[in-house]
């Protein structure tokens, strides 16, 4: 394994930095290139940008803002939102992101995955999955976006992540609904069944509220660690989660 | 300098350029001969899959125009998969710059496919603007067999040449333009070379 990743995820809304509320109210926090410089000299290792507006808009992600990260940036960065085509994913690459995330147009047509990792290579290709734990299996919710919108997709989450990862998705992110926003700790047990279910890398996602819960995310085999709000509102500075980290014998980067 | 990137077709080709531009180059995208042939530095990108980038370069009637260069080249991930003689990725015949292949990355536990991420570098060369503890970032699902001209590398359960040196060929199978410090000290060496 190289050194466990540590990745900030920022929200982004008309080029803006925005933090919401359950989704709604959503409030202006600052300029991108900013936030996307503070976190690389606090030492984040890679940085994912979400334009939360584009896909509820019918819209693929604006690639200005992209332009702008890319400019000043020197680790990697995906990005996400409405990507839904071959080209609009060639121009979030094109702009100089190095990962683009896909999540519910993947469900919507699988062979996406296969078109991207085809052109641009796995390593570009990041499969989001947002899953749910209901009657002893975990279940793939769609259209998460919006809370109107977000139904069940009707897939198993482990089928789902096997069937992306041979279509060609080099990496999943798993964001465990019923720990968003909670502090509480990742879903351990669900981010373990889908690393074992899956060979390429996997970054867990929902529930970051303390130091020990990236522990115990990397000890469940996790490549990376998604956070944001603790990230955001500096309840946890990186420096010293990974200076603890190391200290548990977790190879980091510093 | 005249710095030209190749346009092997490929997206990425954009952060390769910024990259350079931070030194206050203005880097030049171009897939003319003419135009590679008379740069005084020539970058090799390339992210995507090995039969479609050597497919562009011979499109774009670019073989000979690359194994002739003589000024100083860098091949960054794809790009140094490239100067090899094959790549196990759909079988393809490659540059033929350096002997050896190409192969794909074996998943075991602890080690999924791609190998993605910060891995730490060791350094057998001076001059190359990268110590031994250095992290740099990876993003590949094939790599290069250890080779005599190997001058970095990083343990993936194999170890992976992630920078090779044969005359004015020069290889990084990591990314140097997204590797932080490391990765500009790195790439202000190639231009001192």
């Not at chain 1, 078109?115 to 975990?138: I, N, P, T």
């Not at chain 1, 115990?216 to 603890?244: C, N, Q, W």
Request: proline content about 5%.
């Amino acid at each position: 394994m190289p050194a466990r990743r540590i990745i900030p995820c920022l929200d982004v809304k008309d080029g803006r930095v925005v933090k919401g509320i359950q989704f709604r109210d959503h409030r202006d926090v600052g300029d991108i290139v900013e936030h996307a410089l503070r976190y690389r000299d606090e030492g984040a290792d890679e940085l994912v940008f979400y334009d939360i507006a584009a896909s509820a808009e019918g819209r693929s992600l604006d690639t200005d803002w992209v332009r702008r990260i890319a400019r000043v940036i020197d680790i990697p960065f995906a990005v996400a939102g409405g990507v839904r085509t071959r080209d609009q994913a060639a121009a979030c690459l094109d702009s100089g992101a190095d990962k683009v995330s896909i999540n519910s147009p993947a469900l919507e047509r699988p062979g996406l995955i296969a078109e991207l990792a085809r052109d641009f290579g796995s390593q570009c290709v990041v499969l989001g999955v947002d899953s749910f734990e209901a009657d002893g299996a975990y279940r793939v919710k769609q259209y998460t976006g919006s809370p109107e919108a977000t139904r069940d997709a009707g897939r198993l989450t482990l089928d789902w992540v096997r069937e992306a990862a041979e279509r060609g998705a080099g990496e999943i992110v798993l964001n465990c609904m019923r720990r968003d926003g909670v502090r509480t700790g990742y879903d351990l047990a669900h981010t373990k069944a889908v690393v074992e279910a899956v060979d390429v890398p996997v970054i867990a996602s929902g529930g970051a509220g303390a130091p020990e819960h990236f522990r115990e995310a990397f000890e469940a085999g996790a490549s990376g660690a998604l956070a944001a709000t603790v990230f955001h509102d500096r309840i946890i500075p990186i420096p010293e989660l990974k200076e603890y980290l190391a200290s548990c014998g977790i190879e980091m980067r510093r | 300098m005249k710095l030209v990137i190749v346009d092997v077709g490929c997206g990425n080709i954009g952060s390769v350029g910024i990259a350079f531009e931070r030194f206050g180059l203005s880097p030049v995208v171009s897939g003319d001969a003419e135009t590679i042939a008379s740069a005084d530095k020539v970058i090799l990108p390339g992210v995507g899959a090995a039969g479609y980038a050597m497919e562009q370069i011979r499109v774009r009637g670019l073989v000979d125009t690359i194994r002739t260069l003589t000024q100083p080249v860098l091949g960054i991930c794809l790009g140094m998969q490239l100067l090899f003689e094959r790549s196990e990725e759909e079988g393809t015949e490659c540059l033929g710059i350096v002997r050896g292949e190409v192969r794909r990355l074996e998943a075991t536990p602890g080690r999924p496919v791609p190998h993605m991420g910060w891995s730490s570098l060791s350094v057998e060369e001076e001059g190359l603007g990268l110590n031994s503890g250095d992290y740099v970032y990876f993003a590949h699902s094939f790599a290069c067999d250890p080779v005599p001209e190997t001058v970095a590398s990083a343990d993936y359960g194999r170890p992976i040449p992630a920078v090779i040196r044969k005359d004015n060929w020069f290889g990084a199978q990591f990314h140097p333009e997204r590797s932080g410090e490391a990765g500009a000290r790195f790439l202000k060496a190639f231009l001192e070379s």
